[in-house]
T-cell receptor, first 115, second 113 residues
Framework: DAGVIQSPRHEVTEMGQEVTLRCKPI?????LFWYRQTMMRGLELLIY????????DSGMPEDRFSAKMPNASFSTLKIQPSEPRDSAVYFC?????????????FGNGTRLTVT | AQSVAQPEDQVNVAEGNPLTVKCTYS??????LFWYVQYPNRGLQFLLK??????LVKGSYGFEAEFNKSQTSFHLKKPSALVSDSALYFC???????????FGRGTSLIVHP
């Protein structure tokens, strides 16, 4: 089990540029979550997919953020245009939705810095 | 609605002493409770969970947690702390048929040599 794989690990970009974060969930997991972590706000849920379908995107900050899950093994989170306040660590997590007692498995995150 | 409170931003303990990291929750119906640990520059890692049954749950790295329904608490404990236990600890709850967990803000555990 390779775990949840995120890329890149670090991303530094200038304000106004497009940023794409990538995630490969654990094989067989049918739920996928994107979180953002900052010192000020802690861990925030951005979006939740089940069986590749977005179920809850109420945490997506604004229209500059978008997420897709074209298949069961890949998801992207895109920010366009990026702003300095988007600087944070972005985590992807996956789990089995079959039972509510399934824990989340997190990737090691992408540290985004927007200058 | 479901919520989690971790009342302490930081807990300091000497190596070899017992440790407790506190968590209280609010949820409709029966709660599913989880503890996660985050080491620097890493994602959250699952430690243990309470679903039903015995109120004392044992997990990874010698950690355990006690579920108390009347106090709506799920405190994390370890009999003897190690310096390597120093990390950020998150409590999470799911309930009422929700598949989305709610996380606390995290508690930084510092174990002094």
């Amino acid at each position: 089990d390779a775990g949840v794989i995120q890329s890149p690990r670090h991303e530094v970009t200038e304000m106004g540029q497009e940023v794409t974060l990538r995630c490969k969930p654990i094989s067989g997991h049918n739920s996928l979550f994107w979180y953002r972590q900052t010192m000020m706000r802690g861990l925030e849920l951005l979006i939740y997919f089940n069986n590749n379908v977005p179920i809850d995107d109420s945490g997506m900050p604004e229209d500059r953020f978008s997420a897709k899950m074209p298949n069961a093994s890949f998801s992207t989170l895109k920010i366009q245009p990026s702003e300095p306040r988007d600087s944070a660590v972005y985590f992807c997590a996956s789990s089995l939705r079959g039972s509510s007692d399934s824990p989340l498995h997190f990737g090691n995150g992408t540290r985004l810095t927007v200058t | 609605a479901q919520s989690v409170a971790q009342p302490e931003d930081q807990v300091n303990v000497a190596e070899g002493n017992p440790l407790t990291v506190k968590c209280t929750y609010s949820v409709s119906g029966n709660p599913y409770l989880f503890w996660y640990v985050q080491y620097p520059n890493r994602g959250l890692q699952f430690l243990l969970k309470y679903i039903t049954g015995d109120n004392l749950v044992k997990g990874s790295y010698g950690f355990e947690a006690e579920f108390n329904k009347s106090q709506t608490s799920f405190h994390l404990k370890k009999p003897s702390a190690l310096v390597s236990d120093s990390a950020l600890y998150f409590c999470a709850v799911k309930g009422g048929g929700s598949y989305i967990p709610t996380f606390g803000r995290g508690t930084s555990l510092i174990v002094h040599p």
